[in-house]
């Protein structure tokens, strides 16, 4: 991004009037097929051009949805996202280390209905996906005891939701910004819904994992994968060029109502979703499983007998 953007997120001494903008509630997510659909909107992403200006909207940042299936039947949870971002991110000089990636999936199970709270208080659950973005963590898999920290000043990006949306998309696009099934502004993310800069920590959006305890490991998927499960993107409205996703085992995460949240390295776009997870499915005993073998060897030979007398 240009040197006068970067000037523009770091400064704390700019101002705007917040008063006329007002919170939007929750979006409903889209249930298909046992898939639970967040989409994102595909104009509130923010790319450098050539000239060094932004341009907003289907850039390489641009996260069309994501998804999050349930399977009782093989006690997964699978996760799709559809982007233009590849999953091993952006190769570019704007960044530190010279990539430009994906945050680390947060999962926030704890009802404090903050993300910010959740997070101080070590209570999310992570998933790092991405093999080499800028996790602190020593590999891919499910993290618990998460606490989460923003990479934003490393990848050049927007310090949080309110500089993205009200310096960024909104006065390229005259919209404001969407967060699949949140809205940018949506009290669950106060206080990164103000204005802030990179020498404000307080007020960067945090989006990788810090510190946490691997719990279990994650398997990685393409879209044949995730085809082949029921995944349909044409509930989608737009869709990009990559699909890509992982799944693990469903024990991992508790029973019930959660957020989850996306955002990438730069906060050039972010997604949420709104969902629930199911009790695990029971696995038969194995003296059950025997039992019922014995009924069925009982049953086939007194049938078998039968046919030989008649």
Not at 66 to 73: E, L, P, Q, R, T
């Amino acid at each position: 991004m240009s040197n006068s953007l970067i000037f523009k997120l770091g400064s704390a001494t700019i101002s705007f009037c917040l008063i006329s903008v007002i919170s939007q509630s929750a979006q409903a997510g889209t249930l298909h097929n046992g898939w639970n659909y967040a989409i994102d909107p595909n104009y509130d992403s923010l790319d450098s051009n050539n000239s060094g200006g932004v341009v907003a909207g289907n850039t390489i940042y641009e996260i069309y949805g994501m998804a999050i299936k349930d399977d009782v039947d093989t006690n997964n949870i699978w996760v799709a996202i559809n982007a233009n971002l590849p999953l091993t991110g952006n190769n570019t000089s704007s960044a530190s280390n010279g990539n430009i990636g994906w945050g680390d999936l947060f999962f926030d199970f704890s009802g404090l209905g903050n993300f910010q709270a959740a997070n101080n208080s070590q209570n999310v659950i992570g998933v790092r996906f991405a093999p080499n973005n800028d996790s602190q963590t020593p590999g891919i898999g499910v993290y618990g005891g998460v606490k989460a920290v923003s990479v934003v000043p490393q990848n050049y990006g927007w310090s949080n939701l309110a500089n993205h949306n009200l310096y960024g998309v909104l006065p390229r696009t005259g919209a404001n910004a969407a967060m699949g099934d949140l809205a940018w502004n949506d009290p669950y993310y106060n206080p990164y819904t103000t204005i802030g800069a990179w020498s404000q920590p307080e007020t960067l959006i945090p989006n990788v994992i810090q510190s946490g305890t691997k719990i279990g490991d994650i398997s990685l998927l393409n879209n044949s994968d995730l085809t082949a499960a029921g995944l349909d993107l044409g509930v989608l409205p737009a869709t990009g060029s990559q699909t890509f996703g992982f799944k693990f085992d469903k024990s991992l995460l508790p029973v019930g109502n959660f957020i989850a949240s996306l955002i990438l390295e730069c906060n050039n776009d972010a997604t949420a979703l709104v969902g629930e997870t199911k009790t695990v499915k029971p696995v038969p005993e194995p003296s059950a499983t025997i039992g019922l073998a014995a009924f069925g060897l009982i049953f086939g030979a007194n049938q078998l007998r039968k046919r030989n007398k008649a």
